[in-house]
């Protein structure tokens, strides 16, 4: 009866496409922002345009089957579905979401001066202030109004705003290297050194409590550091070069980086037998 009603069902696989269909794109946006780069300032605009992708995927062809076995267009029910996956969407931004995510994004020079509605520009108004003590507000708030205007000392005929500038660095960079100190470049550089998610900050945490664990509960915070830097990056080596040591990986060390990344989820713990001899 599950082979023939359910595997064999052309609608099951149909249903089962669809779903495929709405998460995949929540789940490369979890992909992307996972790792530990400071991706604060993407965060707005990418989950903006993830609503219109995943409504984008539900489909109106297909097709389901009444009681009776006849089948029915899905299309009838298709408008309830989308205000379901559309309510869900927004419920759950609406859990994630703070006004430092369009605060991070405006002050990223690589968008130029967005265009934002009534909500965004409140938002970004309400973080800023809340992110400058009481007697810098009024400077802080000069300085985002020219740096939105682009003026001096924030106008695009500047070598501030020049290509070649903007498209090498982060934003983080940017207001580090450029701009002038003051409150909304102390903004600007913490929300530019914020990672998006905790994935990195929870890997931390996962490899220290490998290492400190009941039975060695006296380690110092220093040699722990240490142990902690030794473990990582020698599983990053053992995944660039073969058990010999004398082989490179090429494509292998193109998904690594550096061995100072910390994206644990590509590696995983080899046991290597030691006592075998080339």
């Given amino acids: 009866f599950f082979f023939e009603v359910v595997l064999n069902s052309a609608t099951t696989f149909a249903l089962l496409e669809t779903v495929v269909a709405i998460t995949s794109p929540i789940r490369s946006e979890i992909t992307y922002f996972e790792g530990d780069q400071p991706l604060l300032?993407?965060?707005?605009?990418?989950?903006?345009?993830?609503?219109?992708?995943?409504?984008?995927?539900?489909?109106?062809?297909?097709?389901?089957?009444?009681r009776a076995g006849r089948e029915k267009p899905w299309s009838a029910n298709e408008e309830s579905v989308r205000k379901r996956v559309e309510?869900?969407?927004?419920?759950?931004?609406?859990?994630?979401?703070?006004d430092a995510h369009v605060l991070a994004y405006c002050l990223n020079p690589k968008n130029g001066v967005?265009?934002?509605?009534e909500f965004e520009r409140k938002a970004a108004l309400n973080a800023l202030k809340e992110m400058v003590p009481e007697k810098q507000r009024a400077?802080?708030?000069?300085?985002?109004?020219?740096?939105?205007?682009?003026?001096?000392?924030?106008?695009?005929?500047?070598?501030?705003?020049?290509l070649l500038v903007v498209d090498s660095l982060s934003s983080y960079g940017w207001w580090k290297a450029y701009a002038?100190?003051?409150?909304?470049?102390?903004?600007?550089?913490?929300?530019?050194?914020?990672?998006?998610?905790?994935?990195?900050?929870?890997?931390n945490w996962n490899e220290f409590g490998q290492l400190y664990t009941r039975n060695r509960n006296r380690l110092k915070p220093e040699r722990l550091r240490k142990l902690v830097f030794?473990?990582?990056?020698?599983?990053?080596?053992f995944h660039i070069y073969d058990f010999?040591?004398?082989?490179?990986?090429?494509?292998?060390?193109?998904?690594?980086?550096?061995?100072g990344q910390s994206n644990l989820d590509f590696f995983k713990p080899r046991h290597q037998d030691f006592s075998k001899k080339n």
């Avoid at 605009?45 to 984008?56: D, F």
């Avoid at 010999?244 to 061995?259: K, V």
């Fill in 230 to 237: 030794i473990y990582h990056n020698l599983r990053i080596l």
């Fill in 41 to 66: 300032q993407e965060v707005w605009p990418r989950m903006k345009s993830l609503r219109e992708k995943v409504l984008s995927a539900i489909p109106g062809n297909l097709k389901s089957k009444t």
């Fill in 139 to 162: 400077q802080a708030l000069q300085e985002y109004g020219k740096f939105r205007a682009r003026e001096a000392p924030f106008d695009v005929g500047s070598n501030l705003f020049s």
């Fill in 244 to 259: 010999s040591g004398s082989s490179f990986h090429h494509s292998t060390a193109s998904r690594c980086g550096s061995a």
């Fill in 114 to 117: 967005p265009d934002l509605n």
């Fill in 180 to 203: 002038d100190p003051g409150p909304l470049q102390n903004v600007a550089i913490a929300l530019g050194a914020i990672p998006a998610t905790a994935g990195a900050t929870e890997r």
């Fill in 87 to 98: 309510k869900l969407y927004t419920d759950r931004w609406d859990y994630m979401h703070d």
